[in-house]
């Protein structure tokens, strides 16, 4: 059954200054615990490197990039087998935050049930059968009707983490046009992404060798790998995600660029944090 969360009047307090040192000392604890849930190595579906090592990875840059609060209620769209999601039980406050998560892939929504919501009952998980070439061939529910199983301004903060990577751009306006409905005033959305600038040349030597077929698909703003299923790797042109970002209501606060491209960087995709407007007063 969807879920339904009720409509709250969530007051944002200001933004504070990141404790650089305890983020630090949170993110080396989350990596070192061995208590923390991890799946075998034969169920993670997605994802490169070490589980832990990335989801510390993510927790810094949602604190650091987009304001992530303790008491901050999480939606994770793509959530996938949990790397998100463990790090977070970490880092949110289990008396006022909630954790919702997302994604098409049945087993992995039912290894997070089975294995983080017992030890943290604030996180919860649920499949929703969205058809997607390469993760769900076979799902009911077209990802341009896709809509979220929450009442309008649940969240303050949605993470779509390798989820635009894999999917056509007619979807991507509906995904950021629910992520509007669904966050508070104020929430932000952190999502990652191959972006393409005018600039750019995916086959220049220092490129992620596994990237360098991205080639711009005839008459549309994205590019895939050539050979490949369509939905393996998906890239945007720069102006089209701007687009869609502000047609949705969505304020573009913060972009940078990622070392997939080979000019370095401390993460890999491209990341973009936007903002749903304050209300006026």
């Known amino acids: 059954m969807s879920q339904v969360l009720a409509l709250s009047e969530h007051q944002y307090p200001p933004k504070m200054p990141v404790d650089e040192t305890r983020l630090e000392w949170l993110c080396q604890q989350v990596i070192a615990n061995r208590f923390l849930p991890v799946p075998p190595e034969e ?5 490169d490197g070490d589980y832990r090592t990335i989801g510390a990875e993510f927790l810094g840059h949602f604190v650091r990039r987009a304001g992530l609060s303790p008491t901050d209620d999480v939606l994770d769209i793509g959530c996938g087998i949990g790397r998100i999601a463990v790090p977070l039980t970490q880092f949110l406050d289990p008396a006022q935050a909630i954790y919702r998560g997302l994604d098409p ?17 604030n996180f919860r998980f649920e499949a929703l059968d969205i058809h997607n070439d390469l993760y769900n061939p076979e799902g009911a529910i077209s990802g341009r009707s896709m809509r979220l199983p929450f009442q309008d301004g649940t969240f303050d903060f949605t993470a779509m983490i390798s989820v635009a990577t894999h999917l056509p751009p007619q979807e991507i306006e509906t995904y950021c046009s629910e992520v509007f409905r669904v966050l ?5 959305l952190f999502m990652t992404a191959f972006i393409i600038r005018d600039t750019d040349d995916p086959a220049k030597p220092g490129c992620d060798a596994r990237l360098t077929s991205f080639e ?29 970002l502000n047609h949705t209501g969505l304020e573009l606060a913060t972009r940078s660029f990622g070392a997939w491209r080979g000019d370095g960087g401390d993460h890999y995709q491209d990341i973009l944090v936007a903002q749903k407007p304050r209300r006026s007063a």
């Open 105 to 121: 892939v049945r087993s992995g929504i039912e290894w997070c049930k089975r294995s983080i919501t017992p030890a943290y009952p």
């Open 184 to 188: 508070r005033p104020g929430g932000r």
């Open 216 to 244: 711009k698909a005839e008459g549309q703003p994205s590019w895939h790998l050539r050979g490949e299923n369509p939905m393996a790797a998906v890239g945007f042109d720069e102006a089209f995600i701007e687009d869609v």
């Open 43 to 47: 169920e993670v579906f997605v994802g």
